[in-house]
């Protein structure tokens, strides 16, 4: 079984700050593990993913996340926030199956 | 560009009336999925096709049933939307890989609203 853990369901930067969106996972297999961003009133768009390559993944937008298997966690970052970054960001896990297990997302703000 | 496309984008129902919405793919996924997401909420899995075998996650209600009758074209039907079915349905694509799921690609959604 799969499941994952969004730490922080509200994040606010100010523009030009670190953005750094938690999450962590669990599963009984080598997990596939993803990143969507959600604008209003819009689906999901994938950022990223990780399928077991390198363990560090660049996206799209300049976000990047780290896959740390001892930690159970698939961290997102950007050096530098954007005001066009303020969003929903959803992390995923699929453990092979046809299904994602999604968290509960985190709504990130961007301050002037 | 190949995508995932849903009409309408805005559907307004009257409570009982059914109601149907539609997915069109031109990625030749072999797996269709559709969510219901409620505002602040994680897309909720309703239902997906693995070609054409239909897969209802347990917790559906009946009230939602899906076709699909081609490859490309998927549809969420409800019988007798009720109050708390307002919601955004999601229609999403992947394919499966050596059986792996590759990434879904989603649709922009359809804002369903009951009056």
């Known amino acids: 079984a799969q499941s994952v853990t969004q730490l922080g369901s509200h994040v606010s930067v100010s523009e030009g700050a670190l953005v750094l969106l938690r999450c962590n996972y669990s599963?009984?297999?080598?997990?596939?593990l993803f990143w969507y961003v959600q604008y209003p009133n819009q689906g999901l768009q994938l950022l990223l993913k990780?399928?077991?390559?390198?363990?560090l993944v660049k996206g799209i937008n300049g976000f990047e996340a780290e896959f740390k298997k001892s930690e159970t966690s698939f961290h997102l970052t950007k050096p530098s926030a954007h005001m066009s970054d303020a969003a929903e960001y959803f992390c995923?896990?699929?453990?092979?199956?046809?299904?994602?297990?999604f968290g509960q997302g985190t709504r990130l703000t961007i301050n002037p | 560009d190949a995508m995932v496309i849903q009409n309408p984008r805005y559907q307004v129902t009257q409570f009982g009336k059914p109601v149907t919405l539609s997915c069109s793919q031109t990625?030749?996924?072999?797996?269709m999925y559709w969510y219901q997401q409620k505002s602040s909420q994680a897309p909720k899995l309703l239902f997906h096709?693995?070609?054409?075998?239909?897969?209802n996650e347990a917790d559906t209600p009946d009230n939602f049933q899906s076709r699909r009758p081609n490859t490309s074209f998927c549809f969420l039907d409800i019988r007798s939307p009720g109050l708390g079915d307002a919601a955004m349905y999601l229609c999403?694509?992947?394919?499966?890989?050596?059986?792996?799921?590759?990434?879904?690609?989603f649709g922009d959604g359809t804002r369903l609203s009951i009056l």
């Open positions: 999403a694509t992947s394919r499966m890989d050596r059986g792996r799921n590759q990434p879904q690609h």
């Open positions: 599963s009984s297999v080598p997990p596939y």
């Open positions: 990780y399928t077991s390559a390198a363990t």
């Open positions: 995923a896990v699929s453990g092979g199956a046809q299904k994602l297990v």
């Open positions: 990625l030749n996924h072999n797996v």
């Open positions: 096709y693995y070609d054409k075998d239909f897969n």
